[in-house]
């Protein structure tokens, strides 16, 4: 047998001999059940039932009338297998909730953990993760700081619906971008997102590329000489090779300027 | 902190009474915990990653307080994290259907590892500054809401919030030290932030009307800012010098809005909002080059460079004023159908004028300064109708059909001016034309199949056309300061399809299935030049997630995404494509050892593998990386109050882009003790 393969049968059979007996000894002896999160296995939640939307209203008259309106209204469909989605799609069993008339730490409360976001929204769970992301997975932004799951459009600015544009949703906690400048970026006014993906990039900064490729995207141009790269009119082949468009004086105030129309500083 | 300190005494005298007397009911929550680490290497990069202090933090975790008599209820929530500097402090009182006051402050921190960039041709790397590097987060509010008898909301809420710290830049310094490759932007560059701003909002409204809801309010908001970038430019060469650009803006905000909803029988509902901001800025900053961070500006300066341009002494004003209105109905025609329009227009006027002294350099070997008077205007006007119409089909057992189209017709003008020498030159001179609209079209449905196996998809196509016209402009051919009039279409096109599958395959196995594509082309035309495919985003995301309890005791949960993403450029002569393709997943196992005892591994990895060497003839920058991460945690629930948990993990980083520099090892540990009163 190979020495390597019997190495590790050898500390799987013996080395983990007292974690055998644990299995063992548990098995034999416990009967308590284990859920995975975001239910909880103890704690005041612990054993809740399901108790239907409409013991929600009596508290949350105001969320569940505002509710046909918002983005997540459209799961709810009549029928049997689609009887259960409501509140407690998202906030758990609510039955601890109401017994206790409406005691926090007996319900799940997506604010402080996204873990209820993740079931649905799987792809934002890699994202979070990476390590340039707004901090939701720390704890220290919410999903609820841009969205808004009970009413209206999903984003809280932006839309035909909201009063608020999408782009004052990232000035709130971003004033320094708010402007108006001089000389403006026009980018911003397409959205912060064109350059940004606000749930998580490998990136730095979050952006959706690091390189000139980030800038290129608006602003390459039908070339028409060979071995140029021009952009307003202007050969950038030498200054590209350098570093990215917004590196070391040549286009820094890409939120827009106070001084310069090419946005330099 | 101070703010968390001078807190809390009176949060305790809040509290006191309310312990104190005979009828009241009190439960709540008290978690204290404590953590650490051992760290081998990059110190800054595992602070960045796992949000944590690399010294360790510990101290009150969560604190709540729940107190109820016959009509009040007393709400107390706090946290005290030193070392994370996380500290909350929430005491709310209310008299149930009659008034309510709360208060609080919140506290955190976010850590940013400064590395700037690496040159593998010749090992070129900078550490011209510490790169440990935070910025601190707060909020602290006082907020008091009445009802009156008929059940009509008055709120008035301050909140004061601040950001103050340092965090890294991507505005990276240049270098010569890469041997004959030429130049290099890879020197760090890092942010010194304090911001602060004070809001003041009132609200009043009705929202427990029969057949109507109002609401008014109004917002004054203060911002000021004191913002500084500092980069470092040809460290360890004679042009060593360093470059601050400050910004020194205050804001004021203004803005009342109002919005009034009416029902009318069970099948139609109108609303109407208003909303009117006024925005007032003062702006002042400069931008000095200097031997040390906040150079006062010397024209004498002796490492000065030809392009060495910057500015001083900038005072300007910026004002922006908005109106909006919507129109929003909901209509349901029969049973199964709903149908939602809306309307919206918003009206925007921006003008700004900042004047400065612009500093230049003359020609080598004088390099001269040159000093010119600056003068920049601005005046922007936009108008914007956007109109939106949702239908809702409910008709089918077990089925959702939502579709929504959304339109969008924008015009204006922007006005734009550059003065040099108080008005003898005027560099900018230039009047643009705008016209954009936009159209997009989404589908949603649902599909509840059996119970257990719900199938979702959703799909929408967007396009915005943006057409230019420079109906004045100075700029020569050739010269720097084209945009935007040499702009003359520039198009955005979108494909977003994403399918969701939940399955309960037994009753024991749950599965989540998640396929998210888009596609999105940029079109970009230049002044007298055809229209080009300018960029092609592609993105391919695949999640899956697992969750099995074969038995009651046991449960294994499992998620996996892989994500390609490529931002696709013509110019891949010059630069390379924008690669942004990961893989992360996790595993995490929970058991029921013993009665009183659980035991959780997780595990987790992250892998991206974009790096391109092709330091040469561009920028190489494409993320490679690797995690992983093993957690270990016991907890102990001793009764139905007292919980203790214990948490060991070992992490690992390689970071292949910046070719170790950033690699660290950890071994984490974690306690906290919870007691349920």
């Not at chain 1, 900064?205 to 390189?211: A, I, V």
């Not at chain 2, 209310?94 to 400064?114: L, N, P, S």
Request: net charge neutral; hydrophobic share 35%; proline share 4%.
């Amino acid at each position: 047998m190979n020495p390597r393969l019997r190495r590790c049968l050898n500390a799987l059979l013996y080395g983990g001999l007292p974690l055998w007996g644990l299995l063992f000894v548990s098995c034999v002896m416990v009967r308590r059940p284990m859920f995975s999160p975001p239910q909880f296995t103890a704690g005041p939640m612990a054993g809740a039932q399901f108790v239907g939307s409409k013991e929600c209203a009596q508290c949350h008259e105001e969320k569940v009338r505002s509710f046909g309106g918002a983005t997540h209204s459209k799961l709810l469909a009549p029928g049997e297998n689609a009887k259960n989605v409501g509140c407690e799609s998202c906030h758990g069993p609510g039955s601890k909730h109401v017994q206790s008339g409406g005691e926090a730490g007996t319900i799940i409360n997506p604010r402080q953990s996204p873990a209820t976001c993740f079931e649905c929204h799987a792809d934002k769970r890699g994202e979070f993760a990476l390590a340039n992301s707004h901090p939701v997975l720390a704890g220290k932004v919410s999903c609820a700081d841009c969205h808004n799951p009970h009413q209206g459009e999903m984003v809280i600015g932006g839309g035909a619906r909201n009063l608020a544009s999408m782009n004052d949703t990232c000035f709130q906690c971003h004033p320094s971008q708010r402007g108006p400048f001089v000389f403006e970026h026009e980018a911003l006014r397409e959205n912060c997102t064109t350059c940004h993906n606000p749930h998580g990039t490998v990136n730095a900064k979050m952006l959706k590329s690091r390189n000139a490729s980030l800038c290129l995207q608006c602003h390459f141009q039908q070339q028409t000489a060979t071995g140029q790269i021009v952009i307003g009119g202007r050969d950038h082949a030498g200054s590209l090779i350098r570093g990215t468009c917004w590196s070391a004086g040549c286009h820094e105030a890409v939120h827009g300027s106070h001084v310069n129309s090419s946005l330099r500083f | 902190m101070h703010l968390f300190r001078t807190s809390a005494p009176w949060a305790l005298l809040l509290l006191a009474p309310c312990l104190a007397a005979d009828d009241i009911v009190t439960r709540g929550t008290i978690s204290v915990g404590a953590g650490g680490a051992l760290q081998d290497g990059d110190r800054p990069s595992f602070q960045q990653i796992f949000q944590h202090r690399k010294t360790g933090y510990g101290g009150i975790e969560d604190f709540q307080l729940t107190s109820e008599r016959k009509d009040t209820v007393f709400t107390f929530n706090a946290r005290a994290m030193p070392g994370d500097d996380n500290y909350r402090l929430l005491a709310r009182f209310e008299k149930t259907d009659k008034a309510y006051f709360e208060a609080g402050y919140t506290q955190y921190r976010v850590w940013y590892d400064g590395s700037g960039g690496y040159f593998r041709p010749t090992g070129t790397e900078f550490t011209v500054f510490d790169e440990d590097l935070s910025v601190k987060r707060s909020t602290l509010w006082a907020e008091v809401g009445l009802h009156t008898a008929n059940h009509t909301m008055v709120k008035l809420r301050y909140e004061r919030l601040g950001r103050e710290g340092t965090k890294s830049s991507t505005f990276w310094g240049d270098t010569n030290l890469t041997g004959t490759f030429g130049g290099r932007g890879i020197v760090p560059t890092f942010y010194a932030l304090d911001e602060v701003t004070n809001v003041f909002t009132f609200d009043i409204g009705n929202s427990a009307l029969e057949n109507a809801a109002w609401h008014v309010g109004a917002r004054y908001a203060e911002t000021t800012l004191d913002n500084r970038r500092h980069t470092r430019r040809r460290p360890q060469e004679t042009a060593d010098r360093i470059v601050t650009t400050h910004d020194d803006t205050k804001t004021d905000l203004f803005a009342t809005h109002g919005y009034y909803q009416r029902q009318w029988g069970e099948k139609l509902s109108v609303s109407a909002g208003a909303l009117i901001t006024n925005v007032d800025s003062t702006i002042e900053g400069s931008r000095i080059y200097g031997q040390t961070f906040d150079p006062v500006y010397d024209p004498a300066y002796v490492r000065r460079q030809q392009r060495d341009e910057g500015y001083y002494d900038l005072e300007g004003t910026a004002e922006l004023k908005q109106t909006v209105l919507n129109l929003n109905a909901a209509y349901a025609p029969s049973k199964h159908w709903s149908i939602r329009p809306s309307l919206r227009f918003e009206n925007l006027h921006q003008e700004s004028i900042a004047e400065f002294m612009e500093t230049n350099i003359g020609p080598s070997p004088a390099f001269v300064a040159i000093l010119e008077d600056g003068e920049g205007e601005h005046e922007k006007k936009w108008d914007e109708f956007s109109e939106a119409v949702e239908i809702r089909h409910t008709g089918l057992p077990n089925l959702t059909f939502s579709a929504r189209g959304e339109w969008l017709q924008g015009s204006g003008n922007l006005e734009e001016t550059r003065l040099l020498e108080h008005g003898a030159i005027v560099s900018i001179d230039r009047d643009t034309d705008t016209e954009r609209t936009s159209q997009k079209y989404s589908f949603t449905s649902n599909w509840y199949a059996q119970p257990g196996l719900t199938l979702a998809a959703q799909y929408y196509y967007k396009v915005n056309q943006n057409d230019y016209e420079a109906r004045r402009d100075n700029t020569p051919a050739g010269t720097s300061n084209r945009y935007p009039a040499y702009l003359a279409n520039q198009d955005f096109e979108t494909h977003d399809f994403n399918m969701r599958m939940f399955w309960r395959a037994t009753p024991t196995l749950n599965l989540v299935t998640r396929y998210d594509v888009q596609q999105s082309k940029i079109h970009t035309g230049g002044e007298g030049l055809l229209m080009a495919d300018s960029s092609k985003l592609t993105s391919h995301i695949v999640s899956q997630a697992a969750t099995f309890s074969p038995t009651a005791r046991v449960y294994l949960n499992a998620n996996v995404n892989v994500t390609f993403d490529q931002m696709n450029t013509p110019a891949i002569a010059f630069v390379q494509h924008g690669d942004n393709n990961y893989v992360n997943g996790s595993l995490g196992c929970g058991f029921a050892a013993a009665k009183k005892d659980d035991f959780l591994v997780d595990a987790s990895w992250f892998r991206a593998s974009n790096f391109i060497d092709r330091s040469e003839f561009t920028q190489p920058y494409g993320v490679s990386m690797k995690q992983q991460a093993l957690y270990l945690t016991w907890v102990r629930r001793e009764s139905d109050r007292l919980i203790y948990t214990m948490r060991y993990g070992y992490i690992t980083a390689r970071d292949g882009t910046w070719v170790g520099r950033n690699d660290f090892n950890a071994h984490v540990v974690y306690g906290k003790v919870q007691y349920h009163f």
